[in-house]
């Protein structure tokens, strides 16, 4: 268990859902640090704790683990370097909030608690259609071979995992709808503020340690620009992959109310 003398943040949520967007409205607040790039590091360390967690043989694990909580300390020590370092780029800047953002920890969002027990957590949630049409622009420029049905698996995944993770069963995991966002719904962003107990920003854009990549396959023309929502007629999904789309996630839809 890893603790700091400034409050922790970890934004997650399926990529291509705004998580970059909303990133940096977390960031953009008066007690937050400058936005930094996605944590992958501290990902795949928990990616692997979680692997040798739950599919070593009992031998192995015995000999090298010995348990969870021995397990635990041997990757806390990588994940607190990382932290640290990452932090050590603002000591000149007064803040009181670090925020770290990957859609992948949302694939482990359960083992994050064994390392953060009192970090914030916020999952951003999309319309789906626009998600899987947006990811299937990111494959086609990757050259990634996909079926139509094995995109929209992938991109349902996440929502799942999501959802059934512990965080969001027991309340400790707040779930920001993007396109209230994009609406500037004020109300959903005085939520998370009450959930995180600090302000965040309403424009965007305002306060990043780095600067992206536009070459990256996953690199959106709107990152630096005002937030503004999509327009419907440009979501590349055939009327057939549309519904295919409505009909998987049906039951989220009667939660956020996308169509």
């Not at 928990?46 to 031998?59: E, F, M, P, T, V």
């Not at 348990?67 to 000591?91: C, E, M, N, P, Y």
Request: proline share 3%; charged share 20%.
């Amino acid at each position: 268990m890893l603790n700091y003398p400034y409050g922790l943040t970890f934004c997650v949520g399926a990529p291509r859902s705004g998580t970059t967007v909303f990133c940096n409205l977390l960031t953009e607040g008066k007690s937050a640090f400058p936005m930094l790039p996605e944590c992958t590091y501290i990902t795949q360390l928990i990616r692997l704790y979680h692997d040798i967690l739950n599919y070593s043989d009992a031998q192995r694990f015995k000999a090298f683990a010995k348990s969870k909580a021995d397990l635990a300390d041997v990757f806390s020590r990588s994940i607190d370097g990382f932290i640290r370092l990452a932090h050590s780029h603002f000591a000149h800047i007064e803040g009181s909030q670090l925020i770290l953002k990957d859609p992948e920890i949302t694939i482990y969002l359960d083992q994050l608690r064994d390392f953060f027990p009192t970090a914030k957590v916020v999952c951003v949630v999309r319309d789906p259609v626009n998600v899987v049409a947006s990811m299937g622009k990111v494959f086609a420029k990757q050259g990634r071979a996909t079926t139509f049905d094995e995109l929209l698996s992938f991109v349902f995944n996440y929502y799942w995992r999501a959802s059934e993770s512990q965080l969001a069963k027991s309340g400790a995991m707040h779930f920001v709808d993007f396109e209230k966002i994009l609406d500037a719904d004020e109300s959903e962003f005085q939520a998370t503020e009450h959930f995180l107990g600090y302000s965040i920003g309403r424009s965007g854009f305002g306060k990043t340690f780095f600067d992206f990549d536009t070459t990256d396959a996953t690199h959106s023309a709107n990152y630096g620009q005002a937030m503004a929502r999509p327009v419907r007629g440009e979501v590349a999904l055939s009327e057939d992959e549309r519904l295919k789309v409505q009909n998987a996630f049906s039951g989220y839809n009667l939660m956020y109310k996308w169509w």
